[in-house]
């Protein structure tokens, strides 16, 4: 059985950065297309960021773009996600998610593996 386990989240300030880690087991992330996504309370499910299988391109959205990395480590069955010059706007809950498909999607659907999530509070 595939699982995801996210970490990293906290409570930081504005300005302040963190680096979300998402393990995978069962098999190895290589096999996957693999995202961020995040819902904050009240909000709907929001793509961050998708980084592809084999080719490794990285997409954000455009709050993302700039400030935000994604990347990953096949040898560590491991995906990252760098958060830096955090805003209050980034709180929310960040899950990752995994799709065997090699291309970009941004829609929160097209995933069918996902984690629980790890929470972001940015205070100001």
């Known amino acids: 059985q595939v699982q995801l386990v996210e970490s990293g989240g906290g409570l930081v300030q504005a300005g302040d950065s963190l680096r979300l880690s998402c393990v995978v087991s069962?098999?190895?992330?290589?096999?996957?297309?693999m995202g961020w996504f995040r819902q904050a309370p009240g909000k709907d499910r929001e793509f961050v960021a998708v980084i592809t299988r084999d080719t490794d391109y990285a997409y954000y959205t455009d709050s993302a773009k700039g400030r935000f990395t994604i990347s990953r480590d096949n040898a560590k069955n491991t995906m990252y996600l760098q958060l830096n010059s955090l805003k209050p706007e980034d709180t929310a809950v960040y899950c990752c998610?995994?799709?065997?498909?090699?291309?970009?999607?941004?829609?929160?659907?097209?995933?069918?593996?996902w984690g629980r999530g790890t929470q972001v509070t940015v205070s100001s």
């Open positions: 069962g098999r190895t992330s290589s096999s996957y297309t």
């Open positions: 998610a995994a799709r065997t498909a090699s291309y970009y999607s941004p829609n929160w659907s097209d995933y069918n593996l």
